[in-house]
């Protein structure tokens, strides 16, 4: 949430949309809580933000979720929108791994948000690369997954509905 208000406040982005994936292919499905569960608690750390929003766009096309595959179907879908790709630091060093990636670089900007430790390589320096400085960070969702897997307190690491949420569910314990 942090990223994701930075990016609408200090950009030319008007609004975000997070779009929850039922399956990254390079993430065993079964690490990931139930798609509806991830859903509710994005809806749930969104509130009452107008300017950002949670997707469930992917929901309704083939498994695995590839970036390229809904950027098209948004686009197509949204034809009046421009849609930025936002990611971390860490995901663009392994940008070349990621299906048609040089479609996604060659039609789509890309706005990055540098993670502490990560080298941002190469296509950092590509032309429809932004890179900024928001707020930096060692928290990533896999480092809370964890925390809760080990049976540790999150109350300050996530928005406090959120944190409600997980401490009444089992999603990822």
Known sequence: ???ANYMVEHTDLKEIWMVITP?????????????????NLV???IG?????KASNIEFGLPKPSYTVDT???????YPEKSFVLIMGGDNLTTLHKWKNYEAILNQYE????????????????????SIFNAPLMHISGSYIRNEIKAGKNIKYLVPEPVYEQLSKSNIYK
């Open 71 to 77: 950027l098209v179907h948004l686009k197509q879908k």
């Open 48 to 52: 009452d933000r107008l300017n950002i």
């Open 1 to 3: 949430m942090i990223i």
């Open 110 to 129: 890309i706005y990055v948000y540098d993670r502490p430790e990560y080298d941002l390589g190469k296509l950092a320096k590509h032309e429809s690369v």
């Open 43 to 45: 809806q749930l750390a």
């Open 23 to 39: 399956h990254n292919p390079l993430k065993k499905k079964a690490s990931l809580a139930k798609d509806y569960d991830r859903l």
